[in-house]
């Protein structure tokens, strides 16, 4: 079976700019969430989805949106980049969610570099 | 506010030198405690949750343990292949039910042959 796929691997945008990063969970997860991972650092959450609907929001500014589909795939978006959100951009898939056992599987990431 | 330490930040070994990475941990109320091994260029990969103190659990050369404030994961006779971050993180029920996770900054290990 496949497991978290996201796509692009690689971005290259300039400040301003706008960015969507897609991720498909593993067949069966329902639960989408993101993270942000800056060089150095551990993974910070951004959102969490689950049955098309937002369950959880970090800190992060309303720059940030995000939006889970009918297959359960997600996408990512960031407005008005800054040279700040160059990252790693993390996408986790879940079987459940509110559980308590929420053990994360993660896709390789999407590695955006803002110019 | 809930946070995450891990020490030490980097941590170099010979092949067959065990060591210990340490995590601890202040939150409001700890739903469980997860570990990650995170290679260059890839997505962590999960290793264990421990969810009460006194719990233990094991991996081919990895064990990890829990207490009610840290968290230690023994790496026993490492290979070269031990190589990677490892990433500790907390769920708390401080954050309701979004599944969120708080990660540590991470430990990463250099196993030399």
């Known amino acids: 079976d496949a497991g978290v796929t996201q796509s692009p691997t690689h971005l290259i945008k300039t400040r301003g700019q706008h960015v969507t990063l897609r991720c498909s969970p593993i067949?069966?997860?329902?639960?989408v969430s993101w993270y942000q991972q800056v060089l150095g650092q551990g993974p910070q959450f951004i959102f969490q989805y689950y049955e098309k609907e937002e369950r959880g929001r970090g800190n992060f500014p309303d720059r940030f949106s995000a939006r889970q589909f009918p297959n359960y795939s997600s996408e990512l978006n960031v407005n008005a980049l800054l040279l700040g959100d160059s990252a790693l951009y993390l996408c986790a898939s879940s079987l459940l969610w509110g559980m308590g056992d929420e053990k994360l599987f993660f896709g390789s990431g999407t590695q955006l570099s803002v110019l | 506010e809930d946070q995450v330490t891990q020490s030490p930040e980097a941590l170099r070994l010979q092949e067959g030198e065990s060591s210990s990475l340490n995590c601890s941990y202040t939150v409001s109320g700890l739903r469980g405690l997860f570990w990650y091994r995170q290679d260059p260029g890839k997505g962590p990969e999960f290793l264990f949750t421990l969810y009460s103190a006194g719990e233990e659990k094991e991996k081919e050369r990895l064990k990890a343990t829990l207490t009610k404030k840290e968290s230690f994961l023994h790496i026993t006779a490492p290979k070269p292949e031990d190589s990677a971050t490892y990433l500790c993180a907390v769920q708390t029920w401080g954050s309701g039910n979004t599944g969120k996770l708080i990660f540590g900054q991470g430990t990463t290990l250099q196993v030399k042959p």
């Open positions: 067949s069966g997860h329902k639960s």
